[in-house]
């Protein structure tokens, strides 16, 4: 009798882990999986892979698998829309990380509040997202990176030590147009002279009628708010013109992406320093893995969408099921205001009362092919003071 | 000067490929009345050839570039006698969907094929500059210049001098006419296809050692090269190609004095002009009921 009590109990304590293990935690990914920005899609599928087969190769997280759902939302705010409900009606997912661009995200935030779906940003960069997150009124929106008027206040101080004048070419994006916005303000401040701001449509064939106009008013620095597969032409057609400026970049300029694409002549990009929160020196381990896996450079998306699985997502999952028991979609929400993770490859990620986190502001440079971080900086809201 | 020079340069080597796609597509209208929404996926998919022959296989420039536009003609001859052919007496709704639908799937092929990533694809006269005083141009641009005038000769002679050349010209005028006095007007049509995917890969070939070659490439140079087509009068295939260099021109102006990001913009606002004010476009004839 004692021992059968005995059974029972054991039965009794180990049940919540036995039910736990048999529902999976599903995690959507969302990004451009088509359209002229299908490379960040590709990158995230990639990423997103990677890190749920780590995970679930070591249990899943406090014994439940995670399984990946993908949502191609066409860097587009309207696809965006699509994708999410897509990723919640269909595939009934706990948590999404995603949208890579920032008119996707923008697209995206009205629909996961009214869904109630928690959504965690890897990669958007304009300055609303933060305002219209957490205390914004959008509880159900978190952002990793940080985004262009954290970034511009900063660089900007950077680029006055060596330039008076900057003309700003811009993708004509939400991402794009959100950094332009941003830089004018953290010029002035920072005493550059703004001496015209362009905007492009991506995939753009010739960009020569626009380095005319800089010719004209003969900046000493240009700055490039653009993804890779654009502005490797661009420095191609910079080069032919015989401009000598100085390039700043915001986007995807300063990567191995780029590299790859002119590695016919890598010192198309000599000299030219971006702002950004990852490069794959961060994580030389990632790096190793991600090539061995894919045959193929690093990618940022995918990189920044893996690690706000791992150092976002993964942990809010298990601070959800060790409090509640539970990993449902208010429980992830509460438990990702909770978070403080100190050593993450970008710098410590705790959400602020915007659902913002301060990871670290890096500044890259490339010359003879080769990427180097050459600041690491500190973020923090002291910034926009 | 020099500004003014280089941009009309700029608007020359653009209008040289909106026109060669332009010609294949005005050509395709007037021979078998039927609007091809896939022409801009013929010039990337001569792209992505020429990309393979060139850098995977190694192969000399101009060698690579006839392989591409070999290999669009003949792609050109399936598409005609697969798809064309199925759809030719079918209503404009059907031809409609059927060719835009041809544009999606092989968009998306070449996105499983050759991945999201866009490929580039230099040259030695990609990389090099001719250097006049203040004004520098890749020898490219020039060279793209120079064939385009040779390509648009050798069209001339071929639609005037040759017997089916002749025909094409025949069938733009009266089909049914034409089948009745005894032309093949399939083996016509399967001609201007094939003339058309040649086009699109010479074109190909010669231009995107300038620019970069992916998936979607496509899309935006069919609407221009749409709206050449419309500006230069339907069917007309010496005003599309006049109107290809007009709009070419008039988007590098635009960019260079007046706004870059409204620059796409230009071709339709040209477009809407010309409708409103020659509905038969500028070199066509109107036509009276």
């Known amino acids: 009798m004692r021992i059968a009590l005995l059974v029972l109990i054991t039965l009794l304590a180990a049940l919540p882990a036995w039910a736990q293990g048999g529902s999976p935690i599903r995690v959507g990914f969302a990004s451009a999986i088509s359209g002229p920005s299908a490379i960040t899609g590709e990158g995230v599928i990639w990423g997103g892979t990677m890190i749920v087969e780590e995970f679930n190769a070591r249990g899943g997280i406090m014994g439940r698998k995670i ?30 990380i995603g949208q890579t661009h920032s008119g996707a995200c923008l697209g995206a935030m009205p629909i996961v509040k009214e869904l109630q779906v928690p959504m965690v940003i890897e990669s958007c960069s304009n300055p609303k997202i933060r305002e219209l997150s957490g205390k914004g009124g959008n509880e159900w929106t978190f952002r990793v990176n940080i985004d262009d008027e954290i970034m511009a206040n900063t660089f900007a101080k950077s680029m006055a030590r060596s330039a008076k004048s900057a003309s700003m070419i811009a993708q004509n994006d939400d991402f794009g147009r959100g950094a332009a916005a941003a830089y004018d303000v953290a010029f002035k401040r920072a005493g550059v002279k703004l001496a015209s701001t362009e905007f492009f449509d991506r995939g753009q064939a010739d960009y020569r009628p626009l380095m005319t106009r800089i010719k004209r008013t003969a900046p000493d620095a240009v700055l490039l708010v653009m993804l890779a597969s654009d502005a490797s032409v661009f420095m191609r057609q910079f080069r032919e013109l015989g401009l000598t400026q100085k390039i700043y970049a915001r986007g995807s300029v300063a990567t191995v992406e780029f590299l790859n694409q002119v590695k016919d002549n890598p010192s198309i990009g000599d000299g030219i320093i971006e702002a950004s929160f990852w490069t794959a020196s961060l994580d030389p381990d990632w790096e190793r893995k991600w090539l061995e896996r894919w045959k193929t450079p690093v990618r940022v998306h995918g990189s920044m969408a893996a690690l706000t699985f791992k150092y976002a997502v993964a942990p809010a999952l298990e601070l959800a099921i060790k409090k509640t028991g539970r990993a449902d979609r208010t429980a992830i929400r509460d438990a990702l205001e909770q978070i403080d993770v100190k050593d993450s490859p970008v710098g410590p990620i705790k959400f602020d009362e915007n659902h913002q986190a301060w990871i670290n502001m890096i500044l890259i440079e490339m010359r003879g092919g080769q990427l180097k971080v050459i600041e690491k900086l500190p973020t923090s809201p002291a910034i926009l003071r | ?37 896939a022409h801009g996926e013929f010039f990337m998919l001569g792209a992505y050839t020429f990309w393979f022959a060139f850098q995977e296989l190694d192969l000399p420039y101009p060698v690579a570039g006839l392989v591409a536009a070999a290999a669009m003609a003949a792609f050109g001859g399936v598409y005609q006698r697969t798809i064309i052919r199925a759809i030719l007496e079918r209503s404009w709704h059907v031809q409609l969907i059927a060719t835009l639908a041809t544009s999606i799937v092989l968009t998306n092929l070449a996105v499983i094929v050759f991945g999201t990533q866009a490929k580039e694809v230099p040259t030695r006269l990609s990389a090099t500059v001719f250097q006049a005083g203040g004004l520098r141009i890749a020898w490219q641009r020039l060279l793209v210049l120079g064939a385009s005038v040779v390509i648009f000769a050798a069209l001339h002679w071929f639609v005037k001098r040759t017997k089916i050349g002749k025909a094409m010209r025949a069938m733009s005028q009266n089909r049914e006419a034409c089948a009745v006095v005894g032309v093949d007007v399939q083996r016509v049509a399967l001609v201007t296809f094939a003339l058309g995917g040649l ?17 979607d490439m496509g899309a935006l140079l069919t ?53 409103l004010w020659r509905p038969q476009g500028l070199f066509g004839r109107r036509i009276g009921i």
């Open chain 2, 1 to 37: 000067m020099e500004d003014l020079l280089e941009q009309t340069i700029h608007g020359l080597t653009l209008g040289s490929m909106y026109a060669m796609v332009a010609t294949g597509l005005a050509l395709m209208f007037g021979v078998v009345r039927l609007v091809n929404f």
């Open chain 2, 223 to 275: 609407l221009k090269a749409f709206a050449a087509v419309i500006v230069g009068g339907f069917g007309y295939v010496h005003g599309a190609i006049a109107a290809s260099f007009i709009i070419g021109v008039s988007e590098s102006l635009a960019a260079g004095y007046i706004s870059y990001a409204y620059k796409d913009a230009i071709a339709f606002v040209i477009m809407i002009a010309v409708l």
């Open chain 2, 199 to 215: 086009l699109a890969g010479g074109a190909a070939a010669l231009v995107t050692p300038l620019f970069n070659i992916f998936p």
């Open chain 1, 67 to 96: 399984e990946a759902y993908f949502a191609d939302n066409k860097a587009t705010p309207g696809e965006a829309v699509s994708a999410v409900r897509r990723l919640v009606d269909v595939d009934k997912v706990d948590v999404i």
